[in-house]
């Protein structure tokens, strides 16, 4: 495999253009919602709302203003798959639809996915959604057609001001590092990386810095896998299965012991038929 | 910063580029006019319009744009030889240049400086004078030669940018002055141009060779800035008694009326604004559907305290009136808008993007309908940033 690939989004350099949606929709092909025709949110700046099957980054809009504004800052984030080293949907793809590229990358191949939607409700993101064009899950590819032919991504390109950033992501994180403590050293003590931690689901290769706690941008502190369960779901299994198997065992022995003495006193046909 | 775009692809069915149509407009005209002897023709008679590609291009009809660089750029009319800059330019017909400013963009025929993409390297201290070009003479600040101070050394270390080494201008950037005149070379006295300025005289446009903070002549509203309140206001102009610019252009009509200072039917400070999805008054933004879903429907923006007053809960309807017009938008309640308060009264701002019309995937209100044609008295800019209106639950 070539070296991990990924994004580190800086949100503290974000300004809210939208730039990064909009070239995903183009490079991806993917159509407006109703056809460009919608409802103004009420919701600041975000008339995207979440991520989904037609949209693979949605700027999220935070507005904190104290009552009495002494306190206030607009907070945007270019949100977007998380490409998990440990990915929820992975796990539970059933067709093996979804596969890990070369770049460390996941990708769901629109051609294999069944639209079971099991990676829907694995993903601990909200990420992955049906588009309805095509009737399959869909979400960010990390643009892998770009990546095969040496590009980055579309929306990293498009970015004005390098919020988003592509590259090895071993790179990204030293980059990112630097630039946390630039912050602290300026007085922002709130910056901190978000997924670029490996024990983060194994690290995330979209990965961010943040001024707040993940709620506050939506995201999930203690993302959980499908697989969590596994152990206990084996043994709950396996214990369910022996419990059966005891219980056919046991029916069985009964069996035998009523229907023994029946069968040589020839029962009536109705008598047999109820031991069948 | 002239910097030359190539296109991407070659344009789809009967579609043309702005070269071929102001091209083929010349042609036609000329034509036209070919056979015509009257003196008002000769304009079109005499036009030089030679632009016609060298090799037959892959859409019929469009023109050599490297041509029409070459006549910006200015060649020498007998030999057709590419200038190196406007210093070459003469005034008895023996050049040939379309725009003084950008002369020396193409210097010679295999030399198209608008087409570099060479940036510095990265750390490298530098005006990136390989990337692209810009007027004049690839200089990237003005009046440079004010980075340095008198003695010609620059101001700080860390923002040096021009400065004299002893026998000459150099730095990052293209010098903005007379190369080798010292920073304590005397004006001559009776100079004409740049010869009458000293060697600390950086503002070498100026007559006097100075940059001004007192202005008295070029300006309309000079000599001194200060503060005017807009042609529409609640407050009284705190600074002094002049309310606001007694040179402001208004165009004084039934349906262009101002609102007197603290009227009470229009008690709210309004601003309008672009948003980043839509383009200008949204005539071509409003037809992408990856735009419109983006901003789909005009809004005002008003702070919760004002909501709170007028009965207004986010997304309801609301209609915003001033004596030149009234149109309706949806509320956007957010805190980012706050209450002012100016000499010791509250005062309400709005805010709203002025983006939509009546034609588009998505349409809405005109938001200039609400403002008042004012404009600025050197250049007439309209003033719609700062005016006031009323607001009521639709």
């Given at each position: 495999?070539?070296?991990?690939?990924?994004?580190?989004t800086?949100?503290?350099?974000?300004?809210?253009?939208?730039?990064?949606?909009?070239?995903?929709?183009?490079?991806?092909?993917?159509?407006?919602?109703?056809?460009?025709?919608?409802?103004?949110?009420?919701?600041?700046?975000?008339?995207?709302?979440?991520?989904?099957?037609?949209?693979?980054?949605?700027?999220?809009?935070?507005?904190?203003?104290?009552?009495?504004?002494?306190?206030?800052?607009?907070?945007?984030?270019?949100?977007?798959?998380?490409?998990?080293?440990?990915?929820?949907?992975?796990?539970?793809?059933?067709?093996?639809?979804?596969?890990?590229?070369?770049?460390?990358?996941?990708?769901?191949?629109?051609?294999?996915?069944?639209?079971?939607?099991?990676?829907?409700?694995?993903?601990?993101?909200?990420?992955?959604?049906i588009?309805?064009?095509?009737?399959?899950?869909?979400?960010?590819?990390?643009?892998?057609?770009?990546?095969?032919?040496g590009?980055?991504?579309?929306?990293?390109?498009?970015?004005?001001?390098?919020?988003?950033?592509?590259?090895?992501?071993?790179?990204l994180?030293?980059?990112?590092?630097?630039?946390?403590?630039?912050?602290?050293?300026?007085?922002?003590?709130?910056?901190?990386?978000?997924?670029?931690?490996?024990?983060f689901?194994?690290?995330?290769?979209?990965?961010?810095l943040?001024?707040?706690?993940?709620?506050?941008?939506?995201?999930?502190?203690?993302?959980?896998?499908?697989?969590?369960?596994?152990?206990?779901?084996?043994?709950?299994?396996?214990l369910?299965?022996?419990?059966?198997?005891?219980?056919?065992?046991?029916?069985l022995?009964?069996?035998?012991?009523?229907?023994?003495?029946?069968?040589?006193?020839?029962?009536?046909?109705?008598?047999?038929?109820?031991?069948? | 910063?002239?910097?030359?775009?190539?296109?991407?692809?070659?344009?789809?069915?009967?579609?043309?580029?702005?070269?071929?149509?102001?091209?083929?407009?010349?042609?036609?005209l000329?034509k036209?006019?070919?056979?015509?002897?009257?003196?008002?023709?000769?304009?079109?008679?005499?036009?030089?319009?030679?632009y016609?590609?060298?090799?037959?291009p892959?859409?019929?009809?469009?023109?050599?744009?490297?041509k029409?660089?070459?006549?910006?750029?200015?060649?020498?009319?007998?030999?057709?030889?590419?200038?190196?800059?406007?210093?070459?330019?003469?005034?008895?017909?023996s050049?040939?240049?379309?725009?003084?400013?950008?002369?020396?963009?193409?210097?010679?025929?295999?030399?198209?400086?608008?087409?570099?993409?060479?940036?510095?390297?990265?750390?490298?201290?530098?005006?990136?004078?390989?990337?692209?070009?810009?007027?004049?003479?690839?200089?990237?600040?003005?009046?440079?030669?004010?980075?340095?101070?008198?003695?010609?050394?620059?101001w700080?270390?860390?923002?040096?940018?021009?400065?004299?080494?002893?026998?000459r201008?150099?730095?990052?950037d293209?010098?903005?002055?007379?190369?080798?005149?010292?920073?304590?070379?005397?004006?001559?006295?009776?100079?004409?141009?740049?010869?009458?300025l000293?060697g600390?005289?950086?503002?070498?446009?100026?007559?006097?060779?100075?940059?001004?903070?007192?202005?008295?002549?070029?300006?309309?509203?000079?000599?001194?800035?200060?503060?005017?309140?807009?042609?529409?206001?609640p407050?009284?102009?705190?600074?002094?008694?002049?309310?606001?610019?007694?040179?402001l252009?208004?165009?004084?009509?039934?349906?262009?009326?101002?609102?007197?200072?603290?009227?009470?039917r229009?008690?709210?400070?309004?601003?309008?604004?672009?948003?980043?999805?839509?383009?200008?008054?949204?005539?071509?933004s409003?037809?992408?559907?990856?735009?419109?879903?983006?901003?789909?429907?005009?809004?005002?923006?008003?702070?919760?305290?004002?909501?709170?007053?007028k009965?207004?809960?986010?997304?309801d309807?609301?209609?915003?009136?001033?004596?030149?017009?009234i149109?309706?938008?949806?509320?956007?309640?957010?805190?980012?808008?706050?209450?002012?308060?100016?000499?010791?009264?509250?005062?309400?701002?709005?805010?709203?993007?002025?983006?939509?019309?009546?034609?588009g995937v998505?349409?809405?209100?005109?938001?200039?309908?609400?403002?008042?044609?004012?404009?600025?008295?050197?250049?007439?800019?309209h003033?719609?940033?700062?005016?006031?209106?009323?607001?009521?639950?639709?």
């Amino acid at each position: 495999m070539a070296e991990a690939m990924g994004f580190y989004t800086d949100t503290t350099v974000c300004i809210g253009c939208k730039a990064c949606e909009v070239a995903c929709k183009e490079w991806n092909q993917l159509p407006a919602a109703n056809g460009g025709v919608r409802e103004l949110s009420g919701n600041s700046y975000d008339n995207t709302r979440r991520l989904d099957g037609i949209h693979w980054r949605h700027v999220k809009f935070v507005e904190q203003f104290s009552a009495d504004r002494r306190d206030g800052r607009w907070l945007m984030m270019s949100d977007v798959c998380k490409h998990c080293v440990q990915a929820g949907c992975l796990e539970v793809c059933p067709t093996g639809a979804i596969i890990r590229t070369e770049f460390d990358t996941v990708v769901i191949q629109s051609n294999v996915c069944n639209g079971c939607r099991d990676c829907i409700a694995a993903c601990p993101f909200g990420v992955i959604e049906i588009n309805p064009a095509s009737g399959t899950a869909q979400k960010c590819t990390l643009c892998y057609d770009r990546l095969q032919h040496g590009l980055e991504p579309a929306c990293a390109k498009a970015c004005p001001t390098d919020s988003i950033q592509f590259g090895p992501i071993r790179e990204l994180r030293e980059r990112a590092q630097a630039r946390m403590q630039q912050l602290h050293a300026r007085g922002e003590a709130r910056a901190y990386l978000y997924g670029a931690d490996p024990t983060f689901l194994g690290g995330l290769n979209a990965f961010y810095l943040l001024v707040d706690k993940p709620e506050a941008y939506g995201l999930p502190s203690h993302p959980k896998l499908p697989t969590r369960n596994l152990a206990f779901s084996a043994l709950w299994s396996t214990l369910g299965a022996v419990v059966l198997g005891l219980f056919g065992l046991f029916s069985l022995r009964t069996r035998g012991d009523v229907v023994e003495p029946d069968e040589t006193s020839s029962g009536t046909v109705d008598e047999r038929e109820r031991h069948v | 910063m002239l910097q030359w775009h190539y296109k991407a692809a070659d344009p789809p069915g009967d579609c043309r580029s702005d070269p071929w149509f102001t091209y083929q407009l010349g042609k036609r005209l000329k034509k036209r006019y070919a056979a015509s002897t009257l003196p008002r023709d000769q304009g079109f008679n005499n036009l030089l319009w030679d632009y016609e590609p060298e090799q037959p291009p892959s859409i019929p009809g469009e023109p050599d744009v490297l041509k029409i660089l070459k006549e910006i750029n200015g060649y020498e009319t007998a030999t057709s030889r590419h200038l190196s800059g406007f210093s070459e330019l003469k005034d008895d017909g023996s050049t040939t240049c379309a725009s003084w400013i950008y002369s020396g963009v193409f210097p010679a025929p295999d030399k198209n400086l608008a087409a570099r993409k060479e940036p510095d390297p990265p750390g490298v201290m530098g005006a990136h004078l390989n990337w692209g070009w810009a007027w004049p003479a690839n200089r990237r600040v003005l009046y440079n030669r004010a980075s340095a101070d008198l003695q010609g050394q620059p101001w700080s270390e860390r923002k040096k940018w021009v400065w004299w080494d002893g026998q000459r201008w150099v730095g990052y950037d293209v010098p903005d002055f007379a190369l080798t005149k010292a920073p304590d070379a005397p004006g001559e006295p009776d100079g004409i141009g740049l010869a009458a300025l000293s060697g600390r005289q950086p503002f070498i446009m100026r007559p006097d060779g100075v940059g001004w903070l007192f202005a008295p002549s070029g300006l309309q509203d000079g000599p001194f800035p200060t503060h005017y309140e807009p042609a529409e206001t609640p407050v009284q102009n705190p600074l002094y008694r002049q309310q606001n610019s007694p040179v402001l252009k208004h165009w004084q009509r039934d349906d262009n009326r101002l609102v007197a200072v603290g009227d009470p039917r229009y008690p709210y400070v309004i601003t309008t604004y672009r948003l980043t999805e839509h383009y200008l008054a949204g005539a071509m933004s409003r037809w992408n559907p990856w735009l419109t879903e983006l901003m789909p429907e005009l809004f005002i923006e008003l702070s919760p305290e004002l909501a709170q007053e007028k009965g207004i809960a986010n997304l309801d309807w609301v209609k915003v009136s001033t004596p030149r017009g009234i149109i309706k938008a949806k509320a956007l309640v957010t805190r980012r808008l706050r209450p002012f308060t100016i000499a010791g009264k509250r005062v309400h701002q709005v805010g709203m993007p002025w983006h939509w019309g009546w034609q588009g995937v998505v349409t809405g209100d005109v938001v200039n309908e609400l403002t008042a044609m004012v404009g600025d008295p050197n250049v007439s800019i309209h003033e719609g940033k700062a005016f006031v209106c009323n607001v009521e639950r639709a």
